[in-house]
């Protein structure tokens, strides 16, 4: 079955950086959407980034911040955060899609993704 497990969640000061990764397996990671998605409390998930081949689709809270990329070889997803900032606090959700086509509010909208992983906490303190 599909697995989705992210990695490399952590504290740090705002201002500074952290890369996010998400290993996947089974099913063909070729060219695939895959997305990175954020909730933290009381708030609704979120699209923050997403990747289909070499185009990449992002919040607008982010664009400028965070980059977006992986490595199909090795199946995994990335996500380099810059510039830190304490709204940026959220649980951090990696996700791929079924789908083969979507316009760029599909790519980051949640109800386009099939499956999840577990999740991994980035806390930006100020």
């Known amino acids: 079955q599909v697995q989705l497990q992210e990695s490399g969640g952590g504290s740090v000061q705002a201002g500074g950086s952290l890369r996010l990764s998400c290993a996947a397996s089974?099913?063909?990671?070729?060219?695939?959407?895959m997305g990175w998605f954020r909730q933290a409390p009381g708030k609704e998930r979120e699209g923050v980034a997403s990747?289909?081949?070499?185009?990449?689709y992002y919040g607008d809270s982010v664009k400028g911040r965070f980059t977006i990329s992986q490595d199909t070889a090795k199946k995994t997803l990335y996500l380099q955060m810059n510039s830190l900032k304490p709204e940026d606090t959220a649980m951090y959700y990696c996700?791929?899609?079924?789908?083969?086509?979507?316009?760029?509010?599909?790519?980051?909208?949640?109800?386009?993704?099939?499956?999840w992983g577990r999740g991994t906490q980035v806390t930006v303190s100020s």
């Open positions: 990747i289909y081949g070499f185009i990449q």
């Open positions: 996700a791929t899609s079924r789908l083969y086509s979507m316009n760029a509010i599909q790519a980051l909208d949640v109800k386009s993704y099939n499956y």
């Open positions: 089974g099913f063909t990671y070729s060219v695939t959407y």
